[in-house]
């Protein structure tokens, strides 16, 4: 079955740093569009980013220019590379095929001095 595990999420100071990664089973990973999504307390989920079969990226705004989305087609894994992290970042991170499920567990993302 389709199963998306998401990991390197933690707490950071303001402007710190972190790379998550995603690992994903049950589907061909190379033929999707691969997508992180976020939901921070008391909101919905919203889009973050997304990457292509063929490496195109989208990012929603409010990270343009400090996320980084990318991916290894031969271990299965979509990666988010955060940089110049904000308070607002905070969320639960999660990654998947599109904003259906199934969903994985996130990676909890906790900005804050």
């Known amino acids: 079955q389709v199963q998306f595990v998401e990991s390197g999420g933690g707490l950071v100071q303001p402007g710190g740093s972190l790379r998550l990664s995603c690992a994903a089973s049950?589907?061909?990973?190379?033929?999707?569009?691969m997508y992180w999504y976020r939901q921070a307390p008391g909101k919905q989920r919203e889009w973050v980013a997304h990457?292509?079969?063929?490496?195109?990226?989208n990012y929603v705004d409010s990270v343009k220019g400090r996320f980084t989305i990318s991916r290894d087609n031969a271990k299965n894994l979509v990666y988010l590379q955060m940089n110049s992290l904000k308070p607002e970042d905070t969320a639960v991170y999660y990654c998947?095929?599109?904003?259906?499920?199934?969903w994985g567990q996130g990676t909890q993302v906790t900005v804050s001095s």
């Open positions: 998947n095929i599109g904003p259906f499920d199934p």
């Open positions: 049950g589907i061909i990973f190379s033929a999707y569009t």
């Open positions: 990457i292509t079969s063929g490496r195109i990226t």
